[in-house]
């Protein structure tokens, strides 16, 4: 497999967004999972590659999922649920992965590429929530040897509230 991660900006998302869209779709029909639908307006979408770093997960020129990295936490994590809280941090969200490629090793991917750019980019620590109700995720993040950091209550880009587990590893 030759997977790649690169960058994309704000004018070049446009299929990562259908990416989304497409897990969304999926997490409602196989799991009853909805916190991807609708999934947040491509206009906020395009803020992240603004403002964050969104990148295109491509296996021989064919994209087959994305991600998001900043050094911002996506939603007020209290301080206090970190190992140290003065590590310098990088913060996921938006991972997805093509639908039929799930359970294929592109995750696990994906986690060992952000771990590896977090380094790269001198942190300490990667750290990220996942859906409460999400227990397939959950039990893939547990495998792969994160910390579970706590449980909080949040409001996500659209204004809809959801329970969610903090993650975090130290790097």
Same mark, same amino acid.
């Given at each position: 497999m030759g997977y790649t991660a690169s960058k994309r900006g704000p004018d070049d998302i446009d299929d990562l967004y259908a990416l989304i869209v497409a897990c969304g779709e999926d997490m409602w029909r196989r799991l009853g999972l909805d916190h991807w639908k609708p999934p947040i307006p491509i206009e906020m979408f395009r803020e992240y590659a603004r403002t964050k770093q969104v990148f295109a997960v491509e296996n021989d020129g064919a994209l087959v999922g994305t991600f998001t990295i900043g050094f911002d936490p996506p939603e007020p994590y209290p301080l206090e649920r970190w190992s140290d809280a003065t590590h310098k941090a990088i913060y996921l969200n938006k991972l997805a992965v093509r639908p039929n490629l799930q359970q294929k =090793? $592109? =995750?696990?991917?994906?986690? /060992? /590429?952000? /771990?590896?750019?977090?380094? #790269?980019? =001198?942190?300490?620590? $990667?750290?990220?929530?996942? $859906?409460?109700?999400? #227990?397939?995720?959950?039990?893939? +993040?547990?495998?792969? =040897? *994160?910390?579970?950091?706590?449980?909080? *209550?949040? +409001?996500d880009e659209i204004n809809r509230g959801w329970d969610i587990v903090l993650y975090e590893k130290v790097l």
């Open positions: =090793g $592109l =995750g696990r991917w994906c986690m /060992e /590429e952000i /771990e590896r750019l977090a380094a #790269a980019r =001198g942190c300490q620590a $990667l750290r990220f929530d996942a $859906l409460t109700r999400n #227990a397939p995720l959950l039990d893939f +993040y547990d495998h792969l =040897g *994160y910390r579970r950091a706590g449980d909080m *209550y949040v +409001y």
